[in-house]
């Protein structure tokens, strides 16, 4: 064969492949078949790969494939040459049994090169590795790529019977696999994988396919052909582009709105081959049900789009998308709206059955459920977690707000025993909303109860009101502390209890709503609540709440040295956390910043090897002109600096300390610190520490010292 360099076309023909996963699977597949060639030579490392993946099949177009990849000079060592060579220079026997090993004799010893290998000189073979032809090559990364797959269940299923082959092959692989295509321009390439030998043709649409079998006479000519005969589209980005702009044209002819969801986009571009959207309706008397209710089972159970009005109220159509394209679509939109009323009527029914019963009648059966074997029922947790509400809402607004949130808090977790939550858990906390406001209670208590659950994921919203801020934080506090308590910590990637975004949840209420709870004082008050449950993880717990707050900071874009800086202190007021980053970051900024970073780890440094310093200075003791002067600028600038510190202005408290870079520099050009004398030494001392804990009030500026 040619060097020839031709576009090269691989296609895997598969039963419907899970479409949660397909998307991923699609990338995969080309990723690890376009790395292997690239790998071998055969395929530039810049490479143009487009991938393909419908629900019955996986594909991937490699540009400029070459047919035969270069040859490769390879040098080989292969030993000292001590070893090599005996005194005459003529080959030793392990030289000759080492060159045999490689294919080569004694007639390739005078051709070996002598080269400095450390410190003795080696004997190296210089030869030339046939580079890999396309059909070895190509049926290497197949067998990689599929090797590599990310499948999320395996099936194992025996191959038809052939003549040749004696019982039944057994395969392994996500789906039966029923057609192999591998063309290298318009030439297939004689591979075989899953059983199957590569050919050049395909099968379309299982039910609209004009053509069949789809025969590609060229790679190029995939994507076109599928189309055009196979009525399939086959990229995968492509399918889902199509049905947004379909769902977006359909839903504005109604003077509608589809429901928002990625997930759900997704999902259904994993199970049509060529999309046609449709609309629907349902009956309106369901729309008494809360529709956070109604488009859960649309959308989880039905893959339907629902359509909200322009208030973004839920109306009573929705949009299906199809896998078929009829001239009369009545008889598909007619068997969709019938498959979806008995999932709306069960909705209704949960609903109206649920709300038959108070919440608080349901209090009770929480001491039923198990939540915890070291920490008891759920009946157990929701007293702990009123005991704890209880006591951030005493500090936050006093009796008024305690009574509130405890309320709240009591009532929180019954909606988890109604019906419409046992069938749907996402709806944990929207249903006590709906269902406390049916009871007749306030609207706070009812909106706390909906968003005790909040922040549930990055970038969720807050709970609205300081009652609903209260469960929260009470809630999150419980599970932290009860779960470091009995030493059932986060491990590697594994958080079965969420620890990590309930520390954010709160992480978050503390910082965006500048709440005046210091985190040691809530880490503390929520201990009492479980008696000798726990034991006191409170060290740990406050390291791991640190942890959690420098990765968020990092994600806003801090650099570590500004977040250590703040971080290293352990402000206890989070809210502030902010405003003192702000502070260091415009403090970095002056031209003093960098020789006060020094001077003050420097500083640090000293202050570490004496022992128990008293920050004090007597006037009289100080004897150098440059200690006086320093004394002296200390008098003006940290009154000024600790005066701004107090009102809260942190960036101009930090950026007063400028003036101090002068008389800190000759300090330390002229003073001996350690001084012979006790009382001078200790009065140097404390001059230091004085200004040491001045400096740092803000934040620990020594971390930002190169």
Known sequence: MSMATENLLVELLVEELPPKALRNLGLAFAAALADSLKAQGLAAADAVVTDYASPRRLGVHIAAVVAQAADKAVSQKLMPVAVGLDATGNATA???????????????????????????????????????????????????????????????????????????????????????????????????????????????????????????????????????????????DQRRADIARQLQAAAAALGAQPVDDDALLEEVTGLVERPTVMACSFDAEFLEVPQECLILTMKANQKYFPLLDAAGRLSNRFLIVSNINPQDPSAVIGGNERVVRPRLADAQFFYNQDRKRTLESRVEGLSKVVYHNQLGTQGDRMQRVCQIASAIGMQLGGPALAEKATLAARLAKTDLLTDMVGEFPELQGTMGGYYARHDGLSADVAEAIEDHYKPRFAGDSLPRSDAGVVVALADKLETLVGMFGIGNLPTGDKDPFALRRHALGVIRMLVEKDLP?????????????????????????????????????????????????????????????????????????????????AANKRIANILKKADDVDAHVSPVLLQEDAEKALYNAMQTVLPTSQALFDTGDYTASLQALAA???????????????????????NRLGLLKTLHRAMNRVADLSKLAA
């Open 517 to 597: 709870l210091p985190l040691a004082d809530l880490l503390r008050d929520a201990q009492p609540a479980f008696g000798a449950l726990i034991s006191d993880a409170t060290a740990a717990l406050t390291d791991f709440m640190f942890d959690r707050l420098s990765g968020s900071l990092r994600e806003q874009g801090y650099s570590a040295q500004e977040i250590d800086a703040v971080l290293a202190l352990r402000p206890q007021r989070l809210g502030e956390v902010p405003k003192r980053l702000a502070a260091v970051r415009a403090f970095a900024a002056l031209p003093e910043s960098p020789a006060l970073a």
């Open 94 to 236: 392990a030289l000759l049994k080492k060159l045999q090993s490689l294919g080569a004799d004694a007639s390739a010893v005078p051709g070996l090169h002598k080269r400095m290998d450390g410190k003795a000189e080696a004997l190296f073979f210089d030869s030339t590795v046939r580079g890999a032809g396309l059909t070895e090559g190509l049926q290497k990364a197949l067998a990689e790529a599929i090797a590599k797959l990310p499948i999320p269940k395996v099936m194992q299923y025996q191959l038809a019977r052939d003549c040749e082959l004696p019982g039944w092959s057994t395969v392994s692989f996500v789906r039966p696999a029923h057609g192999l295509v591998a063309l290298h321009g318009s030439t297939v390439v004689p591979v075989t994988a899953l059983g199957l030998q590569a050919g050049n043709s395909t099968q379309g649409h299982r039910f609209e396919a004009p053509v069949s079998p789809v025969v590609i006479a060229h790679a190029d000519a995939y994507a076109q052909t599928l189309a055009d005969d196979g009525a399939v589209i086959a990229s995968f």
């Open 660 to 682: 101090l870079r002068a008389p800190v520099d000759a300090f330390f050009d002229g003073v001996m610190v350690n001084a012979e004398k006790l009382d001078v030494r200790l």
